[in-house]
């Protein structure tokens, strides 16, 4: 879960240049096309959630909504060859077969890649390189996001937040982010690309819901103990997602007990409603 907000919010600061959201047409066009050699892709940096560092942790402020509504759609829309689907429970977005998962460093996108359960995050700076997509997969709505068109994506509104290029004046890179948030799934895209605004664009019109699929979602840090992602909550979450939750439990001496250790399936992974999510957890003492 990159429910550690990453540390690319600094790309946010300082003057920006607000290209706008490209026409809704256009944006639905482009999600049939052969995805480019390098597309577009939503980046944890430029992450458009709150952040709180915890013990050198990022957590992400906000948490999903425990409901699993129908899709609105009665079949997929055919995913663009060369890419796979990575999603939270029906939404989800195609990102070319060669991109990384996770590839960060100090929160920051190194290469291509799709963000979600990232884990903890160093508390530290690193640039981004030229040329470098990513997105960002996460449950519920970024603390920042703000709705500036509404539009309908295979017959669920979906809200765009427009594209704004900020400038990086210590590496001369230019950082282009754009998000779009589905309200009925609870769930975010945010798009972030150091090549150009069209990039973000054509990432974010890879966004589609799947509903014969369900995306196995992220663990959240808990409010009361925001070091820990508890078992007992995340099985409430892929329950109310249609997954059925394993609970295995293991030592891990100095841990919390009921800390998730590990999920599999991992984050992300489309899965048939009904699958089994295997959870390992800190057995109580």
Known sequence: MIESKLTELPERAGDRTNV?????????????????RRTAALSAVG???????????????GGPILTNPAPPAASAPPVP???????????????????????????TPLKDTVIIDAGPQDLCHVDRPKGVESVLVRSGKPIEFHADETFQLDGARAERQ??????????????????????????SFDASSSTNADEVHSILARIIIVPDKVGAPEPLFSESNPA?????????????LGLIP???????????????????????????????????AVAQP
């Open 20 to 36: 706008g959201p490209p026409p809704i047409e256009a944006i639905r066009a482009g999600a049939g096309r052969r995805p480019r």
């Open 47 to 61: 992450l458009a959630a709150v952040v709180v560092a915890v013990g050198g942790t990022l957590l992400l402020a």
């Open 81 to 107: 060859a060369a890419t796979r689907l990575v999603g939270i429970g029906h939404a989800a977005i195609a990102v070319p077969t060669q991109w990384a998962a996770n590839k960060l460093g100090c929160g």
């Open 162 to 187: 427009r594209t704004t290029c900020t400038p990086r004046s210590i590496n001369q890179v230019t950082v282009c982010s754009g998000t779009v948030f589905i309200p009925s799934l609870d769930v």
């Open 228 to 240: 820990a992602r508890f078992s007992a909550q995340y099985a409430d979450r892929l329950t109310a």
């Open 246 to 280: 394993n609970i295995q439990t293991r030592k891990s001496p100095g841990s919390i007990p009921g800390n998730i250790l590990a999920v599999s399936p991992s984050p992300g992974t489309m899965l048939t409603p009904g699958a089994t999510v295997t959870v390992t």
